[in-house]
Each structure stands twice: as structure tokens, then as C-alpha cells.
């Protein structure tokens, strides 16, 4: 997973608290404490990777006790580390050491506790919700087992009211049966972050962007309040054309939405309903998933375009390593964790993609995203493990995405997956509808899944009222209901990977306001005139160039320094995104005229 090592195992922890000492015994300073952790940190991360990827890649009861123990001594490193560069708080030194001795002490998804025993316990239970969840699977009542990339596609393509719903309850039957252990796992993980100094995990997890927890916050308050107000307008039209289509007794035009309709398994992102959603029926087919199918694209070759992008930009080709060490294609004789990620193994020399590539737009565009993640890793390869990371956590979520946001109908049709470009209002305002409901629809999402973490984490959420909980928010923000009755024998949070998978998720909020920041800088870059959403950036040097330079920088300094060598900017801001799609805007308020919006 990514940062789960490069993190665990740069920043560690020692019991003791007695003074840092070289092999001389002589106390070390900041720079050689500094120099020496990160060498130590490089060996025992080649070990924990290999764990890693191969529990990924190959579920088994072994590799998940070969996992655990690796986890388990990633931890007492990290604790270790941790402890030692403590000490060296608050001393003079050289702002590098000082920003890696910041660095070290920052908490990690799941800090170590001090006690061992509690450690040995963290990674277990880390490694089973995981493995459980990578290996789930519903059979419906006729004994047909589905894995979940199946039962995705019922949701993405079925318009059949139940068939959906029962693909929709099936897969969060996998869910119940790690419960427990996340509540365990809270406890655990929250011992951790007291030992490393924070109130609790949600402290933890919030200090990690150059300001204050509180601080963020409010940061994060304010940029979904600059674009709750489009969210409000896109929901009401998908509300009202989804009750065409379903009846107003299944989707009443005052309530919540039911979460089964929206063409995701977890109402994530809606794009599989635009042919619901269409405003011009027939105009400019948007149809990539046809043409890569009718091109007999296979996995390999879906990477290698998407690469393609990349190496337009000037940015280096991936390494030989990459194609042959990389998983793209699900394997069909043992469970993996199919989730896509993307790993930095071996010091940035063998960077790997985990993905089960199915030929489908949505997944190629997944590709570019781990695409991003792994120019990421090559961009700041020689920096010290210490600074290799991503300005904040968002920034590493936002690059591919960014690439995304230049494959425009142009691009496309340059690529030959799709036929013709069309020039007209109505062309532009489906593209736009097109857009909009994977990237707007995402924004409450994105914000809602740490809501609820980080009042789990403080214990404002209690474990018997997980469920309720997870619902009151889900309504709240996304203004969505679970279509049938929930009880706290469900833990329907849990049926979303990065709950198992502990990470975390205001990252992708916030890398989707920021993409459509840094795609306005990149164009500029670029020379583009004219609207931001007819710019792409592809073959551009220039702009490539400014973006390398952003990700050459890791995290060696405060992400307002990386964001204003990119963008000019210091601030994250919404409002790129919402000039971005003003046309559809405009067209949203006035669908919604005459209708009660709200639920
Ligand atoms: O988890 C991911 C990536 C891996 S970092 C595939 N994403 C989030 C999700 O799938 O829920 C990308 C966007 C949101
Ligand atoms: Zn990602």
C-alpha cells in the first residue's frame, strides 16, 4: 500500500528514553541520528516489502503470518525512532535535519504503541481485516459466488431495481465478520497515537499537512463548504431523473437517494449512470470502454498507453522492472487484494503497480491514477528516504487524476478511442455531465469517510452505534439512505476497502479539489487559452517539466511550497474546480427551477 512502508519503516521507535548514543556512546547528533535511521530504515524496508507484496498478491493463511511479523518489526522500528528523534526536539540544527526529524515524529496511519505485545497484536489485526476483505466473496441464495469486481459491474450496469439491491446487500455480508476486530484494532491503534504524543488516532492522522490538527479542520470545513453548493444541484438532478427512471415510490423527490442506484457499489463516484443523465441524447458518444474492447486492448497494452501520456510530458519510461514485476491481471488461481495501489520497492529502483485491470474506461483511468503514484516515486528516487513522499498525502492522489483531466475528447480521438470530436453546447455540457458525476458526486464522499473515523477515533462515535453512525453521515454529506433496514449487526463502513485496509481518506478529497488546481497551472504552463476543460496538456514539455519539478520535491518541504512552485498558489481552493464546470453549472440551476431540492 502506498506509504504504508516507505512511513512505517523511515520513522520508527525505541523504548528507551535514554540519550541517543553513536557506537562510540558518545551523543549522537541530529544530522548522524538523522543519516543513520534512514540507512536502517532502507535494509529492514527491503525485508517488509517483500512480506508485503507478497501477501497482496498471493491471500494465504502463511503469507498472512509471514505479513504479520513483518508489520510487527516495521512497528517496533518505527517506535524506536520515534522515541529517539523526540529527544531531539526543540535543539538547534540545520533545517534539513530539522524538517526529518519533524518528519519522523509525525504520526503514522496506525502508530505504534509502546508495549510489544500491543504492536504484535496491531499487525495482526491490520493483516487479517485486510486479507478478509481481499478474499471476500457473497453467494446468493442459488450458491453462485461472486468476488467483488463482479458484483461492481452488476452496479455499474444493471438498471433492474433489485438485482441491484442484492448485489448491493450481498457484498456488505463480507463485512460483519471484521467488526470486532476494527474495534480492537481502534483501541490499538489509538494506544499508539497517545504514545506518540496525540489525543488520539484522528489527532494523529490530522497533523500530517504543516499545520495544526485544528487547524485543518477548519481547512477541510472550508473547502467543502466552497463546493457543497454544486454538490446540492447535481443532486437534485440525479434525484429527479432517477425517479423517472425507477418510479417516485422507490426514489421520492424530498428523501435521501437509495445507494444502490448511483452505479458504484459504494456511491462513490456516479459516472456509470450518465446514460441516465445524458442532457443530449446521442451527442458525441463518449463510449471508451467500446473502443478499447473493439481494439482488443489487453492490460499490458492499457499500461502502455497510459505511460504514453506520461512520456509525452517528458518524463522518463517506466523502468523494464516495472512490466515484468508489476501485477495487472487478476490471477485466477488464488486471492489477491485487488484494490489498486501502487509501491515503491527497493529505494524507487523497482516501482510496482497491483492492479486486476479489466479493459474498461473507468479502469483505465484507475491506471493513470497508480501511473501517478509511481512518476511520483521516480521523481523523487534520489532523495532521502526520509523526504520521499508526497508534499501532503493529497498531492500523491492528485497527479494521475491530473493527467486525466487532459484526455479530452481531442486527446481521444488522437488515441483513436473515440470517433469523431464534436464542437457544439451540447457536446461540451455531456462531457461535462460526464465529468461531474465522478468528480463532484466523489466530494462528499471523500470528506464523509474520516468524519466518521475521526469521531470513531474519539470515541464520539461508540463502537455499538458504528453502523448508525456510518448512515448518519452518509446522509448528512451525500445526501444518500441504504435502500433496506440496517442494524448494528451490519458494519457496512467496513465494506469499503480503505476501512479494512486502514487508510486514509481525506487525501482524496482533497487531491480532487487539487487536481483541477494543478491542471489550470499546467495548462498555463502550456500556453492554453481558451476554456479550462477544452486544455490538455498531452506531448506538452513545458508543462511536464513544471510538474516534475513539483514531484522531485517529495515532501522535503511544507506542501505550501510544493503547491506554489506548481500553481503560484500557497492555498488549496475550490474554485478551479468550480469554474471548470460552469457551463454545466448553469445548466444544473436551470433543470432544477421548480423543483424542491434538499433531502
Ligand atoms: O483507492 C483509490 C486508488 C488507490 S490510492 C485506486 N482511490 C479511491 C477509491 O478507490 O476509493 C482513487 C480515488 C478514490
Ligand atoms: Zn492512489
Aim: proline share 5%; with cysteine.
Amino acid at each position: 500500500m502506498l506509504n504504508k512502508l516507505s512511513i512505517g519503516v523511515a520513522i520508527a521507535a525505541c523504548l528507551s528514553s535514554a540519550p541517543v548514543l553513536a557506537d562510540d556512546h558518545k551523543p549522537e547528533s541530529a544530522k548522524d541520528f538523522v543519516e543513520r535511521v534512514q540507512k536502517e530504515g532502507q535494509e529492514l524496508a527491503k525485508e517488509i516489502e517483500a512480506a508485503y507484496w507478497v501477501r497482496s498478491t498471493y491471500i494465504t493463511k502463511d503469507t498472512g503470518v509471514l505479513a504479520a511479523k513483518a508489520g510487527e518489526r516495521s512497528l517496533e522500528f518505527e517506535s524506536k525512532v520515534f522515541n529517539q528523534a523526540k529527544q531531539y526536539k526543540g535543539q538547534k540544527m540545520d533545517p534539513t535535519t530539522a524538517r526529518a526529524i519533524e518528519l519522523m515524529l509525525r504520526g503514522s496511519a496506525a502508530p505504534a504503541p509502546n508495549d510489544a505485545q500491543l504492536r504484535a497484536e496491531l499487525a495482526q489485526v491490520l493483516t487479517e481485516m485486510e486479507g478478509a476483505y481481499g478474499s471476500g466473496s457473497y453467494c446468493n441464495e442459488a450458491g453462485e459466488c461472486r468476488e467483488l469486481q463482479e458484483l461492481e459491474k452488476v452496479l455499474a450496469e444493471s438498471r433492474d431495481y433489485d438485482e441491484l439491491l442484492d448485489v448491493w446487500r450481498g457484498w456488505r455480508t463480507v463485512s460483519p465478520a471484521y467488526r470486532e476486530q476494527y474495534q480492537r484494532f481502534v483501541e490499538l491503534a489509538n494506544q499508539g497515537a497517545k504514545d506518540s504524543g496525540y489525543a488520539d488516532l484522528a489527532d494523529a492522522w490530522k497533523s500530517n499537512y504543516d499545520m495544526s490538527p485544528s487547524e485543518f479542520t477548519v481547512e477541510a470545513r472550508r473547502l467543502w463548504d466552497q463546493v457543497k453548493p454544486f454538490y446540492d444541484e447535481l443532486h437534485c438532478h440525479v434525484r429527479a431523473k432517477l425517479s423517472e427512471q425507477y418510479g417516485a415510490d422507490k426514489v421520492p423527490l424530498d428523501k435521501p437517494i437509495p445507494a444502490h442506484l448511483l452505479g458504484n457499489m459504494w456511491s462513490q463516484t456516479w459516472e456509470n449512470i450518465y446514460p441516465i443523465m445524458e442532457p443530449h441524447a446521442g451527442v458525441a458518444s463518449l463510449d471508451v470502454t467500446k473502443a478499447l474492447n473493439e481494439q482488443n486492448y489487453d492490460e499490458k497494452r492499457m499500461v502502455q498507453t497510459a505511460e504514453g501520456f506520461f512520456t509525452s510530458l517528458g518524463l522518463p519510461a517506466l523502468p523494464e522492472s516495472f512490466y515484468e514485476n508489476s501485477l495487472i491481471k487478476k490471477p485466477r488461481d488464488r486471492n489477491v487484494v485487488c484494490h489498486a495501489s501502487a509501491w515503491d520497492l527497493d529505494n524507487g529502483n523497482d516501482p510496482r503497480i497491483k492492479q486486476c485491470v479489466e479493459i474498461t474506461e473507468e479502469q483505465f483511468g484507475t491506471l493513470h491514477h497508480e501511473l501517478g503514484h509511481i512518476y511520483y516515486y521516480l521523481m523523487y528516487k534520489d532523495l532521502p528516504p526520509i523526504f520521499k513522499g508526497g508534499a501532503h498525502d493529497g498531492f500523491h492522489e492528485a497527479i494521475g487524476d491530473t493527467i486525466q483531466l487532459s484526455m479530452t475528447p481531442s486527446y481521444l480521438q488522437a488515441k483513436g478511442l473515440i470517433d469523431k470530436v464534436e464542437e457544439s453546447p451540447e457536446a461540451t455540457l455531456n462531457k461535462q455531465m460526464k465529468l461531474a458525476l465522478e468528480k463532484i458526486a466523489f466530494l462528499p464522499f471523500g470528506k464523509m469517510i474520516d468524519e466518521w473515523r475521526w469521531k470513531v477515533f474519539s470515541g464520539e462515535i461508540a463502537p455499538e452505534d458504528y453502523n448508525k453512525g456510518w448512515w448518519e453521515l452518509r446522509t448528512e454529506y451525500q445526501g444518500i439512505a441504504a435502500p433496506v433496514e440496517r442494524t448494528e449487526a451490519d458494519f457496512d463502513a467496513g465494506a469499503k476497502y480503505h476501512i479494512p485496509g486502514n487508510t486514509p481518506y481525506t487525501r482524496y478529497f482533497l487531491s480532487f479539489i487539487m487536481q483541477f488546481q494543478f491542471h489550470k497551472a499546467l495548462c498555463e504552463k502550456a500556453g492554453h487559452t481558451g476554456p479550462l476543460h477544452e486544455c490538455s496538456i498531452y506531448g506538452n514539455k513545458d508543462a511536464g517539466k513544471a510538474l516534475g519539478d513539483m514531484l522531485a520535491m517529495g515532501q522535503s518541504k511544507p506542501w505550501p511550497d510544493a503547491m506554489e512552485a506548481l500553481t503560484g498558489q500557497r492555498k488549496m481552493d475550490g474554485s478551479a474546480i468550480i469554474d471548470y464546470f460552469a457551463p454545466l453549472n448553469a445548466y444544473l440551476k436551470e433543470q432544477n427551477q421548480g423543483r424542491q431540492c434538499g433531502w
